[in-house]
């Protein structure tokens, strides 16, 4: 099995910002993308920014030049830094990995999400 957990939402006024954090353990083999996505109530998951073992990044045109992705290899830890925060950017945030586990000691591939943290920016 493959944890991810989130941490680093809250509430924040407009202009303000976060950092978001999201580890991921278990039987990890190699983890792949990373990245964070986001549902507003009563909305559809919207892909927020992704960043590959290699650090190759894609942002929504939302967030581009107010959100930055990073990763820790490492620590197989996804980062996402919020600045210029904008209350349409309020929803609660999903961390996503894709890759490979061990199971039995034969590689198999993933794809998990976290539990959520939410984000709420006020105006």
């Known amino acids: 099995q493959v944890q991810l957990v989130e941490s680093g939402g809250g509430l924040v006024q407009a202009g303000g910002s976060l950092r978001l954090s999201c580890a991921a353990s278990g039987s990890i083999f190699s983890i792949n993308a990373m990245g964070w996505y986001r549902q507003a109530p009563g909305k559809q998951r919207d892909l927020v920014a992704t960043?590959?073992?290699?650090?190759?990044?894609n942002y929504a045109d939302s967030v581009k030049g107010r959100f930055t992705i990073s990763r820790d290899n490492a620590k197989n830890t996804v980062y996402l830094q919020m600045n210029s925060l904008k209350p349409e950017d309020t929803a609660l945030y999903y961390c996503n990995a894709d890759g490979v586990r061990l199971l039995g000691g034969s590689p198999l591939k993933f794809v998990y999400w976290g539990q959520g943290t939410q984000v709420t920016v006020s105006s």
């Open positions: 960043i590959t073992s290699s650090g190759s990044t």
